[in-house]
């Protein structure tokens, strides 16, 4: 919670090693749940999704049934983050359906809300404000006044996004209410957030920079280095707004600043995204920090071709990386996007990139296959790549790269490295 990963990981790894030293299978599968919840935030999700099956089993095999929910709920939240939601929602059902059978209440109500927020998302309103609903009755009736003030925050954000302003602002306050009474900083925080974000759309930008102000000195007080730097990140947002890019420049860079100190590269990425779509005179350099990052932690497919298609249309189709990205892009949603409910349509768009570099070189269309391919072979792909990337990140660095494993089996690449030679291009002979 404080930010340090890697020993974090260190000391559960310990703990994992006693567990299996011991034999204490209930142990080791609570051991890989927790670790599989930091791997997630990383952005690793294929990992973390391994860690939590390897507990799930664990937990069936020992009959641990509560246990056995709470990791489905996890990895639901996760499957829907990566946009399958019919499959989230079905062990979002099996986790409440244990949980029913094993007097889980109070994971009932945490279940019943997460399933609303994505019920909320997909656009089925009157559904989701019925199952938080069930939820704060849950939370009322074990006297559960952390979860209500959450549960109260939530339905407050759909409420105002259907409009409804006055009503959201009465739940949010319920919810500072129940917050401050039984002193729970963070929550009061993350509340303030949520109403700044509302209020920031609603136009009242002075408002919301004054409500995020708040949440960023409660951050700051309990050492929250996450919510600070997610705080940063949307005030940054909120600068930008108003047209005052020095202000929005400054605090993006303070919040990829922070993302990068904790290693929450899941949020760092969509920071330096955010700096790279800027007017910033190295938002090349951001951008290409955002891409190697997102190759590296393979980061969800669709938002991986989102990046590298404005990458390529910031950098120009005939730039000397852009085939590189879009070939690295086109190879990750073949390997790690087949379960993708669009994983078809994803090809298609990563490979008419690829085309788009090899029409801007010039190249025969009856020499696209051959060309392509060159730009698909794994020993050469990443390595080029990475070289690339971080001759055009330079110094620019928010966190340490070596920090970063390198999934691709192949030699390690930094930028005092000697990159594979490119191949040899059609019509841009002599160019850099």
Same mark, same amino acid.
């Given at each position: ?9 260190? $000391? ?15 142990? +080791? ?38 246990? +056995? ?61 019925? $199952? ?55 929550? +009061? ?142 190879? $990750? ?47 050469? $792909? ?51």
């Amino acid at each position: 919670q404080q930010g340090d990963i890697p020993r974090a990981m260190s $000391l559960w790894e310990q703990s994992l090693q006693i567990h299996e030293d011991i034999g204490d299978a209930q142990g +080791k599968a609570a051991t890989l749940h927790q670790m599989a919840g930091i791997v997630a935030q990383l952005g690793d999700i294929q990992r973390a999704m391994s860690l939590w099956k390897q507990s799930l089993q664990i937990k069936e095999a020992i009959g641990n049934a509560q246990g +056995k929910a709470a990791t489905l709920s996890n990895m639901a939240g996760i499957v829907a983050q990566q946009g399958d939601i019919p499959r989230a929602m079905s062990l979002w059902e099996q986790s409440l359906q244990i949980l029913k059978a094993t007097g889980g209440v109070k994971g009932q109500a945490t279940t019943l809300s997460n399933m609303a927020g994505i019920v909320a998302q997909q656009g089925d309103i009157p559904r989701a404000m019925s $199952l938080w609903e069930q939820s704060l009755q849950i939370q009322e009736d074990l006297g559960d006044a952390q979860g209500k003030a959450a549960t109260l925050s939530n339905m407050a954000g759909i409420v105002a996004q259907q409009g409804d302003i006055q009503r959201a602002m009465s739940l949010w306050e319920q919810s500072l209410q129940i917050l401050k009474a039984i002193g729970d900083a963070k929550g +009061k925080a993350t509340t303030l957030n949520n109403m700044a974000g509302f209020v920031a759309q609603q136009g009242d930008i002075p408002r919301a920079m004054k409500l995020w102000e708040q949440s960023l000195q409660i951050q700051e007080d309990i050492g929250n280095a996450q919510g600070k730097a997610a705080t940063l990140s949307n005030m940054g947002w909120a600068a930008g707004q108003t047209g005052n890019r020095e202000k929005e420049r400054t605090l993006y860079i303070q919040a990829a600043q922070a993302f990068g100190e904790i290693q929450a590269f899941g949020g760092l990425i969509k920071v330096v995204e955010n700096l790279g779509a800027s007017e910033d005179p190295v938002a090349d350099r951001y951008l290409a920090q955002a891409f190697w990052l997102s190759t590296r932690l393979r980061a969800p497919v669709a938002g991986l071709l989102n990046l590298s298609g404005f990458f390529v249309k910031e950098l120009g189709a005939e730039h000397a990386v852009s085939p590189w990205i879009a070939g690295a892009t086109l190879a $990750l949603i073949q390997i790690h996007g087949q379960e993708h409910p669009e994983a078809q349509q994803l090809q298609q768009h990563a490979g008419s990139l690829l085309l788009h570099c090899a029409a801007e070189r010039g190249i025969p269309k009856e020499d696209w296959p051959d060309w392509i391919q060159t730009y698909l072979n794994p020993q050469l $792909l990443f390595p080029t790549l990475f070289h690339h990337l971080e001759e055009m990140i330079g110094d620019t660095w928010f966190f340490d790269p070596a920090l970063v494993p390198n999934p691709f089996e192949q030699q390690p690449t930094s930028s005092n490295d000697e990159a594979p030679a490119p191949p040899p291009e059609g019509g841009e002979a002599g160019a850099g």
